[in-house]
């Protein structure tokens, strides 16, 4: 089975430091990962994606994150928050034969961004 | 090009009714997924639909149901609605390994 953990449900940073959110899987396949953003009262949109090419992946608005197979984590990074960025982070896994084209969300990280 | 478009954006019903819910995929996209967003419980995995067939659904009641049509727009039906299935309710149409989501139906069930 597959799962997703993110250890933090809330973060605060101030504008302009970094960010970190955390992220730990559980896969029995090879998986493939994702971080989405969800602004209030919006969809989700796609940060980025890891799809077992690159470990460490680039995505949009400054965010990258890296896939660290001995620790199952795909922890969200950037350098400089933004007070944009301040939203809901969902990591997903995705893949397996059980589970194919399931996406397994995470329960969402809130991200404050202080000025 | 045009993203997923669900409708309505909105929806009030009452206990009891039936609400139903549309999603369009983005052209060419086969594949659409339902998922559930409760205030509390994150994202709920309800139902994926692949040419035209269910191909998987997740732990859900029967009275959540829903089809795709040939040309790949789908529908999300719940019976017999409580109070507890007041929630953002999102599709996504897949394409290889990505989802990309439409902005949402919030249902309220009063």
């Known amino acids: 089975a597959q799962s997703v953990t993110q250890l933090d449900s809330h973060v605060s940073v101030s504008e302009g430091t970094p960010v970190l959110l955390r992220c730990n899987y559980s896969?029995?396949?090879?998986?493939?990962l994702f971080w989405y953003v969800q602004h209030p009262n919006k969809g989700l949109q796609l940060l980025l994606k890891?799809?077992?090419?690159?470990?460490l992946v680039k995505g949009i608005n400054g965010f990258e994150a890296e896939f660290k197979k001995s620790e199952t984590s795909f922890h969200l990074t950037k350098p400089s928050a933004h007070m944009s960025d301040a939203a809901e982070y969902f990591c997903?896994?995705?893949?397996?034969?059980?589970?194919?084209?399931?996406?397994?969300f995470g329960q969402g990280t809130t991200l404050q961004v202080k000025p | 090009e045009a993203g997923v478009t669900q409708s309505p954006t909105h929806l009030i019903k009452t206990r009891g009714q039936q609400a139903t819910l549309r999603c369009s995929p983005i052209?060419?996209?086969?594949?659409v997924y339902w998922y559930q967003q409760a205030l509390g419980l994150g994202l709920q995995f309800l139902l994926w639909?692949?040419?035209?067939?269910?191909?998987n659904r997740g732990n859900f009641p029967p009275r959540f149901s829903g089809r795709q049509f040939p040309n790949y727009s789908s529908e999300l039906n719940v019976n017999a609605l409580e109070l507890e299935d007041s929630a953002l309710y999102l599709c996504?149409?897949?394409?290889?390994?990505?989802?990309?989501f439409g902005q949402g139906t919030r249902l309220t069930v009063v």
């Open positions: 997903v896994v995705s893949g397996g034969s059980s589970n194919t084209g399931k996406l397994i």
């Open positions: 896969s029995s396949y090879s998986p493939s």
């Open positions: 890891y799809t077992s090419a690159a470990t």
């Open positions: 052209s060419g996209h086969t594949s």
């Open positions: 639909y692949d040419e035209g067939e269910e191909r």
């Open positions: 996504a149409s897949f394409w290889v390994s990505e989802a990309f």
